[in-house]
T-cell receptor
Framework: GENVEQHPSTLSVQEGDSAVIKCTYS??????FPWYKQELGKRPQLIIDIRSNVGEKKDQRIAVTLNKTAKHFSLHITETQPEDSAVYFC???FGGGADGLTFGKGTHLIIQP | DAMVIQNPRYQVTQFGKPVTLSCSQT?????MYWYQQKSSQAPKLLFH???????NEADTPDNFQSRRPNTSFCFLDIRSPGLGDAAMYLCATSRNAASAQETQYFGPGTRLLVL
C-alpha cells in the first residue's frame, strides 16, 4: 500500500538556525504533497504544499523541494523561532487523486532558545 | 476561523455504547474526510465522501460508519467503541475538481475517551 516515510522523528535546533525535514513516498502516482504543522491538542494546519509539476516552492521562511524521480520531498525552515516548535507532518495523496492523504509519522521540532 | 466545526470537542463514552461525532462546514466543499489520530501518531484516513459517494478505506473497522445527509454535515458513528478507539477524530474538507486533490482544511477535532 501507500507509504510515506518521514525523518527525523525529533529535531532540535538553536533559535535562528535552519531546520530540514525529509520525506519519501512509495506511490509514483502521488502528485500533491502538503506539509502540516500541529501544536499540542490542536488541529493540523497547512503551512505549505507542492504539486508534482514544480520542483520548489517558497513562502517567506518556509520552503519545500520535490524530487519526483527519487520520490522524496523536504521541508526547509530558515531563521527558526520559538513559535516554530511543533510537530510537522508531511503527506501525499495516494493514487494521484482526491481520495485523501497518507501522512508521515511526524517530526517533533524543538527550537532551543 | 470556524470554517470546519466539530462537536463536541470532547466526548466520553462507555465501552460498547454507540457514539456519534459531528462535523459541519461553511466552505461548501464537496469532499469531507474523517481521520483518526491516536496519541503521538499521524492522522489516519478512515473514509471520505466525494459528494454523496461514500469511500471506505480497506482497513477501517466495520465498527466505524459515516453519514452525510447534506453538503454541510457529516457524521462519524462508532457502533461499539472499544478502549482502542480512544483517539482524536479529525474532520477535513476540500474542494476537489475532477480527480485532483486540493487543500484539505481540518476541523479542531473531537477527543474521544472510552471508559
Amino acid at each position: 500500500g501507500e507509504n510515506v516515510e518521514q525523518h527525523p522523528s525529533t529535531l532540535s535546533v538553536q533559535e535562528g538556525d535552519s531546520a530540514v525535514i525529509k520525506c519519501t513516498y512509495s506511490d509514483s502516482a502521488s502528485n500533491y504533497f502538503p506539509w502540516y504543522k500541529q501544536e499540542l491538542g490542536k488541529r493540523p494546519q497547512l503551512i505549505i504544499d507542492i504539486r508534482s509539476n514544480v520542483g520548489e516552492k517558497k513562502d517567506q521562511r518556509i520552503a519545500v523541494t520535490l524530487n519526483k524521480t527519487a520520490k522524496h520531498f523536504s521541508l526547509h525552515i530558515t531563521e527558526t523561532q520559538p513559535e516554530d516548535s511543533a510537530v510537522y507532518f508531511c503527506a501525499a495523496n495516494f493514487g494521484g487523486g482526491a481520495d485523501g492523504l497518507t501522512f508521515g509519522k511526524g517530526t517533533h521540532l524543538i527550537i532551543q532558545p | 476561523d470556524a470554517m470546519v466545526i466539530q462537536n463536541p470537542r470532547y466526548q466520553v463514552t462507555q465501552f460498547g455504547k454507540p457514539v456519534t461525532l459531528s462535523c459541519s462546514q461553511t466552505l461548501n466543499h464537496n469532499v469531507m474526510y474523517w481521520y483518526q489520530q491516536k496519541s503521538s501518531q499521524a492522522p489516519k484516513l478512515l473514509f471520505h465522501y466525494y459528494d454523496k459517494d461514500f469511500n471506505n478505506e480497506a482497513d477501517t473497522p466495520d465498527n466505524f460508519q459515516s453519514r452525510r445527509p447534506n453538503t454541510s454535515f457529516c457524521f462519524l458513528d462508532i457502533r461499539s467503541p472499544g478502549l482502542g478507539d480512544a483517539a482524536m477524530y479529525l474532520c477535513a474538507t476540500s474542494r476537489n475538481a475532477a480527480s485532483a486533490q486540493e487543500t484539505q482544511y481540518f476541523g479542531p477535532g473531537t477527543r474521544l475517551l472510552v471508559l
